[in-house]
């Protein structure tokens, strides 16, 4: 692996910056760009807008914005740098969305692929629960539940009621029989062969 200059002079400015103002580039014999994140980014810029202009097509005003931030094209929203997660290759060094948008864009993904429903048909099936995890009836149901074997929504629970219907392994007689448990039925099994229990009727 090769060590990274303790400086490196940019092809475009001139200047000799520290190594994180460049981006990585492993094709190279340092193993960073030519040209500092600053000069791609703005030479990039300009070289997009003149490509649009000469197609004929819009060209997006550039926003204003102040140094140590970044404008989030899917929130529209100007943000500081903390407020992104970072990326060497990019030519800022910062990802294309900032958290906030990456983290909404994530549950969406995970309810589409795991479940297949989209947030608005998990916050219209809360809603038909009243708001409520539809086991407990009082807490906050924040887990969609499913049938494990034929995937199908049964509905949203809170945290404790999902990790219960886990530990029984959605086994509806064993839950049955924790119900009559809890209410002072505990069935007294009769062994009837090694190993092989029977239930009282």
């Given at each position: 692996?090769?060590?990274?200059?303790?400086?490196?002079?940019?092809?475009?400015?001139?200047?000799?910056?520290?190594?994180?103002a460049f981006a990585r580039d492993k094709n190279r014999r340092d193993g960073l760009q030519v040209h500092c994140r600053e000069c791609v980014a703005r030479y990039s810029a300009a070289h997009y807008r003149r490509r649009r202009e000469a197609m004929g097509k819009a060209v997006r005003e550039r926003a204003d914005v102040p140094p140590g931030h970044k404008l989030c094209r899917t929130c529209g929203e100007v943000k500081p740098h903390s407020d992104w997660h970072r990326n060497a290759t990019?030519?800022?060094?910062?990802?294309?969305?900032?958290?906030?948008?990456?983290?909404?864009?994530g549950r969406q993904g995970h309810l589409k692929r795991q479940y297949g429903i989209t947030e608005t048909e998990r916050d219209e099936l809360i809603a038909s629960q009243g708001g409520v995890c539809c086991i407990?009836?009082?807490?906050?149901?924040?887990h969609v539940d499913h049938c494990h074997e034929t995937g199908r929504v049964r509905g949203v629970?809170?945290?404790?009621?999902?990790?219960?219907l886990g530990q029984f392994k959605d086994q509806p007689e064993a839950i049955r029989r924790a119900a009559a448990y809890v209410e002072g039925n505990a069935w007294k099994p009769t062994l009837v062969a090694p190993g092989v229990y029977q239930l009282p009727s």
């Open positions: 692996m090769v060590a990274e200059p303790s400086a490196k002079r940019c092809g475009k400015c001139g200047r000799g910056l520290p190594p994180d990019a030519s800022d060094g910062l990802a294309t969305r900032c958290k906030t948008c990456r983290a909404i864009q407990c009836l009082a807490a906050v149901p924040a629970l809170c945290f404790s009621c999902n990790a219960a």
